[in-house]
């Protein structure tokens, strides 16, 4: 009998876990995408491991695992299930903490419904990314801390504080909770519960329990790092340490966050993007039940330990994603769009309990659904090139795509299920490079799902070099190695490709053309226009390479002028 009493408590939690998985397998990838997805893909499959900040050593582990156990899956469909399970288990920890927090069933629900369907978390579920797994983890830590304060079970805070060291081995970013963990949560917790030592003790290791993997890790690189820099001493260390911590942080990374040298105009289109891409996430009534939820959130008294928790690492990741100046800012924002199912829960909670909830769920439901029919609409929005496109040209990298995906389209859509863009562009590539190519390319075009899903996971085509440029950090020195490896290419007769015209490539060809005539100066080039540039380019030109699977998109061969 207990067994029945149980079910119906547990057919909520479950419907909200199925229910978002199945939303996000039915529109997932079924194809390879753009940018990270298969260079994440490789690093999980060869379980690539460091404290550079693009590695993610949390999910890189679990990634690992997961295509053992499923080897005889395509390991892109594997592992883009895996992004979507840590999606759904995200909608279910928030749900678990929604109901610690209000006990509401209806509201819990009404607000799972709208975290399941917003932007950055849906496009996150079904594409390979590890974003999903940190929302897991930060899911996790608030339905833990708020039953032990709901339910006076100090002993939860314990999972608490793993999930928040753990965090740190799959993205820096989750580092941003130890303020709220050290200086908040820990001495209200042990004013609240007057706790003994021991208990602050155990929270502590709980947390370096968490972590313990990400510091070995970071022991290693500082111990190589001194080792090769052949430094002594304890100064010796201290630098070593911080050129370590860096590193760590994402070293020429650090130069698209808080920047001096970006224009105002430029700055204050970050500032309201950011503050649209929240709207783009809950663009319904979602949002007005947010903005009431936060007084309400300060209002409970008896959880204020709970909310100052929420508060601090709120403000944490906000300074953190909206000083973030690049494109995807909308995925490292992705923490607070999750956090944001708090107040919008309160804000529900107060609003149902004052009305017949009957009538209004429904109603409330259908218009948090709003964005399963506007995020497919965004790139055939009406007046497109004065709207969508207007919009698009603000973003800096946008232009590097070079017109051969639509950003409009891949970004602002999470339903990729039909979404066969990377896979018609690099089988166009792969069909038209002779044996030996050179081809260049960089993580904003083709390089990463050429080099580490069509070579790396298919096996196919790998007589082809794929010349990759990390254009978003390129600097000069780079610029100028590339530019003399193409030149040297050439010289050697070797066939050149390249994916466009465009930044990167523009650059590096811009000091092949100075290595190629010694009297053109590098300020001169840089200011031709496209076809200007083309016509006087000297020794070589530029022949337009048309794809068999969609001729409006070309590559471009570097040849000896006849």
Not at 53 to 59: D, E, G, K, R
Not at 80 to 105: D, I, P, Q, R, W
Not at 482 to 490: D, K, P, Y
Not at 532 to 552: G, Q, W
């Amino acid at each position: 009998m207990k067994h029945v009493r149980f079910l119906p408590a547990l057919l909520p939690p479950l419907g909200v876990f199925l229910g978002s998985f199945l939303l996000y397998r039915l529109t997932a990838a079924r194809f390879v995408g753009w940018v990270d997805a298969a260079w994440i893909l490789t690093s999980a499959k060869n379980l690539e491991l460091g404290v550079w900040a693009n590695v993610h050593n949390l999910f890189n582990l679990l990634g690992f695992l997961w295509l053992k156990v499923f080897s005889g899956v395509d390991p892109h469909l594997a592992l883009t299930a895996l992004c979507s399970l840590f999606g759904s288990l995200t909608v279910l920890g928030m749900y678990l903490a929604g109901m610690e927090l209000t006990g509401n069933k209806t509201a819990t629900l009404l607000g799972s419904a709208a975290l399941a369907v917003s932007l950055s978390l849906w496009w996150h579920s079904t594409a390979i990314e590890v974003y999903t797994l940190n929302t897991a983890l930060i899911s996790l830590m608030f339905y833990a801390v708020l039953r032990a304060f709901r339910r006076r079970q100090p002993g939860f805070l314990c999972l608490a504080f793993f999930a928040g060291g753990l965090g740190i081995s799959n993205h820096v970013l989750m580092g941003l909770y130890i303020i709220a963990f050290f200086f908040v949560l820990l001495p209200l917790a042990f004013r609240r519960f007057h706790l003994k030592v021991r208990y602050l003790a155990a929270f502590f290791l709980c947390y370096l329990a968490g972590a313990a993997f990400y510091a070995v890790l970071f022991f290693l690189q500082w111990l190589h790092f001194h080792t090769t820099g052949n430094q002594s001493g304890v100064g010796g260390l201290f630098h070593s340490f911080v050129q370590t911590f860096q590193y760590a942080m994402g070293g020429p990374f650090l130069q698209s966050m808080f920047t001096t040298t970006m224009g105002a105009s430029q700055k204050f289109f970050w500032r309201w993007n950011y503050l649209f891409l929240i709207g783009l996430n809950y663009p319904s009534p979602a949002l007005l039940f947010i903005f009431r939820g936060f007084p309400l959130l300060w209002s409970k008294k008896d959880l204020r330990p709970v909310v100052l928790f929420y508060l601090v690492g709120l403000a944490a990741q906000v300074i953190w994603s909206a000083n973030y100046f690049i494109w995807d800012m909308y995925a490292f924002a992705l923490p607070v769009y999750v956090m944001l199912f708090l107040p919008l829960t309160a804000g529900l909670d107060r609003f149902l309990s004052k009305r017949r909830r009957g009538a209004l769920g429904p109603i409330l439901l259908l218009s948090f659904l709003i964005p399963v029919v506007l995020y497919p609409c965004f790139s055939r929005w009406p007046n497109r090139e004065n709207t969508v496109d207007r919009y698009m040209a603000l973003y800096p990298e946008a232009e590097r795509t070079g017109g051969i995906w639509d950003p409009a389209e891949y970004i602002f859509n999470p339903i990729k299920r039909t979404y066969r863009g990377a896979e018609i562009f690099c089988e166009g590539v792969l069909a038209v490079l002779p044996h030996g190519a050179e081809y260049w390319d960089d993580e904003s075009k083709g390089a990463y799902p050429l080099e580490y899903y069509y070579q790396d996971i298919l096996g196919k085509r790998r007589d082809v070099h794929i010349n990759r440029i990390f254009g978003l950090i390129m600097n000069d020195e780079d610029a100028d190695s590339h530019a003399r490896r193409i030149l040297s290419q050439l010289r050697q007769r070797k066939p050149v490709f390249l994916a466009a015209l465009v930044e990167p490539q523009r650059e590096i060809l811009n000091r092949l053309y100075t290595l190629l005539d010694r009297e053109a100066s590098l300020e001169e080039v840089r200011v031709m226009d496209l076809a200007a540039f083309r016509k006087s380019f000297p020794v070589y030109e530029f022949i337009d390479v048309p794809l068999p699977t969609n001729d409006s998109l070309r590559i471009y061969r570097l040849k000896k002028r006849p």
